[in-house]
């Protein structure tokens, strides 16, 4: 088994950045492609940002310009940079990897952290 831990998420004014983090517990697990989804309140998780293997990434249409993911392949760490803070951005966010874990193709999820963008 394979657990993601988020950190980074807080309170923040509008205009403001984070940096979220999303550490994979083993360096067994192969990754493949990382992703960062949120879940507001009363609104289904919706995909942020991807970022596979080979370092591309791609954004949904709310964050581009605003939000950078990134990736540490030595530290199996993705990070999730957010500037020009919304209080539309205000939710869970959750980290996703998937890839191969004992010659099985398996997909894992944190437990989030709380983004609360607000003045």
């Known amino acids: 088994q394979v657990q993601l831990v988020e950190s980074g998420g807080g309170l923040v004014q509008p205009g403001g950045s984070l940096r979220l983090s999303c550490a994979a517990s083993t360096s067994s697990f192969n990754i493949n492609v990382m992703r960062w989804y949120r879940q507001a309140p009363g609104k289904e998780r919706e995909l942020v940002a991807t970022i596979i293997i080979s370092g591309a990434t791609n954004y949904a249409d709310s964050v581009k310009g605003r939000f950078t993911i990134s990736r540490d392949n030595g530290k199996d760490t993705v990070y999730l940079q957010m500037n020009s803070l919304k209080a539309e951005d205000t939710a869970v966010y959750y980290c996703?990897?998937?890839?191969?874990?004992?010659?099985?193709?398996?997909?894992?999820w944190g437990r989030g952290t709380l983004v609360t963008v607000s003045s």
């Open positions: 996703n990897a998937e890839g191969l874990l004992s010659l099985r193709y398996r997909e894992f």
